[in-house]
């Protein structure tokens, strides 16, 4: 044996296995997994500023002579390695974390340590215990900065990555100079997860407590706030598709309703902008109740009619959105909106990740091309600030206001804001003292893992915008071209409903969904309260579910005492409410008044001689009471909602409600919880 392994055997074979500290561990692992992402993938990487370092640290590795290490004769190789594992560990982290992060590594201690450690190795005849010392104190010297690298990244929801900040905002030559409020250079907390990272079991939703049912001679009147948002149901849809359910509070009964597209009834011009359509059938899911079921159709704007619109892309550009179905499909959502839009309409681009900055100052759409360049050039990585990219975004829409048009920003992301101000209320607080400014707010939702619907909702609703979730190029489509002028331009604004109850005909009612929606009876003459607005052609339904007066099953028992109100022989018993909606054209400020008394004429005997839309709305709000437990749904089954959908299906143009149904198979298989990534 040379005398070479004869001294590397006296340093090392005496000596216990040297435990790296846990976090120094990690960030050794992560680094090296870095690393070879770095090598063997076509993707450029880099640091901000400069491209990382292809080549390793020679100088140390050399010291160790690998290769003569790994050709040591088996039996002493295995004693050799037991002790000096920690070394390697040790070297791999003083490597890579100089590679990373050299800002929390002075080269002054850099080139110490190093020169310890190659000391070490050249001159491995002092064993002992001085050797194991000097090992331990090198070590140790390391630990500190890979911990604080972990927990520097940890702190920001990331994990640590290599793509360069300049990368991530990335604009048009032409348009270098708008990146003025991004940081040339980022922390590594700012740095995007490595490709195909995916967070799991973060998705944030509001609780939601069901309505409940409620005796007309205690609480005769329902107010709430019209919703269009179709959120609930993407995402539904994209849990069912992976063979899961989705959380129970990610479900809003009436968003999965809304979804569809009804026939009703239009109306004649922009100044009535919708009508009501009540019907009334027996419940599919219990025989002694009946389902009211009020549809309401938003006129439709010709294309020609089309106001200009002044338009800001704020997009999401951290690091979360670096995967399939976020920051790629985000960029094919807008360059279909593109093609709605008209050539004298303008685009503006923000974008955020541990900053924000102007990608593209507003132009025009005939010039699509820079546009389309501009997204193009985004690209994934770094921490959210949301709060400062739609404070740029409102500033960038108010500069170019357009008279007698659309003022809107789109916000594309996946809510997981962590950096600047993240706090739900003081974010929809600047979002609704803006929206006085004439600039509205819409929400397209991306991604799973870390979806904070509840953010996304809450910006949306006092943003007098919509929430939309997207989950596939074809919602994008079906969103963004197909429904673009529902998307975008506002025929009605602050629409509330309010249903008065007859207490001679009906004894009890719920309100199927709407549970976020809920306003107080004094709020519906208030024009100062803020509702729901409906864009042109926007369909939306509601249900109630009642049980009319002397019929068996009542829920609430008489009270012994009797009650202070008795039931009005007036207005009659051919009543069983009375609908009032109130509505602003989008130009005013004072709430218009449509009464529409709910008489028994509009009922039909059997669920089959109803009309086609309100069988399939029944179908729908079955569904989402099934999956919310089926707390008042009786034995009614997924079978029976597929029979129901079936046999209202219609022509379905372009295969929504036959897809439905599928999901409703679906979700006779789905897994309770997601298992977990390994």
Do not use: C
């Amino acid at each position: 044996m040379s005398s070479e392994l004869d001294r590397m055997k006296r340093a090392f074979g005496r000596q216990d296995a040297i435990r790296p500290d846990e976090n120094a561990r990690k960030a050794a692992i992560q680094a090296a997994m870095s690393q070879f992402d770095e090598e063997f993938s076509s993707a450029r990487q880099g640091l901000a500023g400069d491209d990382r370092p292809r080549k390793r640290n020679s100088t140390l590795l050399n010291a160790f002579n690998w290769r003569r290490l790994m050709t040591i004769p088996h039996p002493n190789r295995t004693q050799w390695l037991a002790g000096g594992a920690s070394i390697a560990v040790l070297a791999l982290a003083i490597v890579s974390v100089d590679q990373i992060r050299p800002d929390l590594f002075p080269s002054e201690r850099q080139s110490t340590v190093e020169t310890e450690i190659t000391q070490l190795a050249a001159s491995a005849d002092e064993s002992d215990q001085a050797a194991r010392e000097q090992i331990e104190t090198a070590f140790h010297e390391s630990a500190p900065v890979a911990e604080s690298v972990v927990a520097q990244d940890h702190a920001a929801g990331g994990a640590v990555s290599t793509m360069s900040a300049e990368r991530r905002l990335r604009a048009p030559a032409s348009q270098s100079k708008a990146l003025t409020g991004v940081a040339a250079s980022q922390p590594l907390a700012d740095r995007p997860a490595p490709s195909g990272y995916q967070d799991q079991g973060r998705d944030k939703f509001a609780d939601i407590t069901p309505n409940q049912v409620k005796r007309v001679t205690e609480a005769p009147v329902s107010t709430f706030s019209v919703d269009v948002d179709t959120a609930s149901y993407s995402f539904l849809r994209s849990a069912l598709n992976r063979g899961v359910l989705p959380q129970t509070d990610a479900l809003r009964i009436e968003e999965m309703i809304n979804y569809f597209d009804y026939d009703y009834a239009p109306p004649v011009n922009a100044e009535e902008p919708f009508k009501a359509q009540v019907t009334i059938m027996p419940s599919p899911w219990n025989d002694n109740n009946k389902l009211l079921s009020i549809g309401i159709k938003g006129y439709e704007l010709p294309k020609a009619e089309a106001p200009p619109a002044n338009l800001v892309f704020l997009i999401d550009t951290s690091g979360s959105m670096d995967a399939p179905d976020k920051l790629p499909l985000l960029r094919n959502a807008f360059r279909l909106l593109l093609s709605t839009l008209k050539p004298q309409d303008t685009v503006a681009i923000v974008a955020y990740a541990g900053g924000a900055g102007t990608v593209l100052e507003p132009t025009k759409v005939a010039d699509r091309n820079t546009i389309l360049t501009a997204l193009e050039n985004l690209d994934a990585g770094g921490s959210t600030a949301g709060a400062e990219g739609i404070r740029l975004a409102y500033q960038l829409a108010e500069q170019q206001m357009a008279k007698d048009g659309v003022n809107r920003v789109m916000l594309a992301t996946d809510g997981d804001f962590n950096v600047g101000i993240t706090d739900t209320d003081e974010l929809t607080d600047f979002v609704e003292r803006k929206r006085r400014s004439g600039v509205s707010l819409s929400v397209l939702g991306f991604g799973r893992g870390n979806y904070n619907d509840e953010l996304m909702q809450s910006l949306a609703q006092n943003g007098n915008g919509n929430a939309a979730y997207i989950d596939t190029l074809s919602e994008a489509r079906k969103v963004l071209v197909e429904e673009a002028g529902s998307t975008l331009f506002t025929i009605a604004k602050d629409v509330k409903l309010q249903l008065e109850f007859n207490p001679a005909t009906v004894s009890e009612y719920r309100l199927i969904g709407y549970e976020t929606r809920i306003l107080n009876r004094e709020d519906f003459n208030n024009d100062k309260i803020d509702a729901g607005d409906i864009g042109a052609g926007h369909t939306v339904t509601a249900l109630y579910e009642f049980t009319p007066a002397g019929a068996p099953g009542q829920l609430i028992d008489d009270l012994r005492y009797g009650n202070a109100d008795t039931p009005s022989a007036e207005p009659g018993n051919d009543e069983y409410a009375f609908l009032k909606i109130r509505y602003k054209l989008p130009d005013s400020d004072t709430s218009r008044l449509i009464s529409v008394p709910v008489t028994k004429d509009r009922e039909t005997a059997e669920i089959a001689g109803a009309p086609q839309e309100a069988r399939f709305a029944a179908a729908v709000a079955g569904f989402g009471q099934l999956l919310r437990g089926g707390r008042h749904t009786g034995q009614y089954s997924y079978e029976d909602v597929i029979a129901l959908a079936q046999s209202a299906k219609g022509e379905d143009r372009f295969g929504y409600r036959a897809e439905f149904i599928n999901l409703v198979r679906l979700a006779q298989s789905a897994a309770a919880l997601e298992p977990l990534d390994q």
